[in-house]
Nanobody
Framework: QVQPVESGGGLVQTGGSLRLSCSAS????????MGWFRQGLGKEREFVAGISWKRETWYTDGVKGRFTVSRDNTNRSMFLQMNSLKPEDTGVYYC?????????????????WGQGTQVTVSS
């Protein structure tokens, strides 16, 4: 398993951009799905974007065309480029690894989680 650590969050105005990074120590980074989730205040954790070890990507509908997920297996890192940010994108963003079968969109089926990084989009 890996121990993910997120970075790159911050405060940005509506329409701005941020790039989140996830660095992972431990074994197995290059062979499993990796993903981003977020949790707004008082809300449940929700799926944002995922990427397989073959770099297949998938996104929740609300971020398609605005967010891009990528990974660098050599450097054990994953990234989330977020453009055209909206206030509803505000939340704590978490990096996770999925080692089990099950839904790619359900946080209950993901295994190794980071501590999260705060993203705040002001209107």
């Amino acid at each position: 398993q890996v121990q993910p650590v997120e970075s790159g969050g911050g405060l940005v105005q509506t329409g701005g951009s941020l790039r989140l990074s996830c660095s992972a120590s431990g074994d197995g980074f290059g062979v499993y799905d990796m993903g981003w989730f977020r949790q707004g205040l008082g809300k449940e954790r929700e799926f944002v974007a995922g990427i397989s070890w073959k770099r297949e990507t998938w996104y929740t509908d609300g971020v398609k065309g605005r967010f891009t997920v990528s990974r660098d297996n050599t450097n054990r890192s994953m990234f989330l480029q977020m453009n055209s940010l909206k206030p509803e994108d505000t939340g704590v963003y978490y990096c996770a690894q999925k080692r089990r079968t099950g839904s790619r969109y359900d946080s209950a089926h993901w295994d190794d989680w980071g501590q999260g990084t705060q993203v705040t989009v002001s209107s």
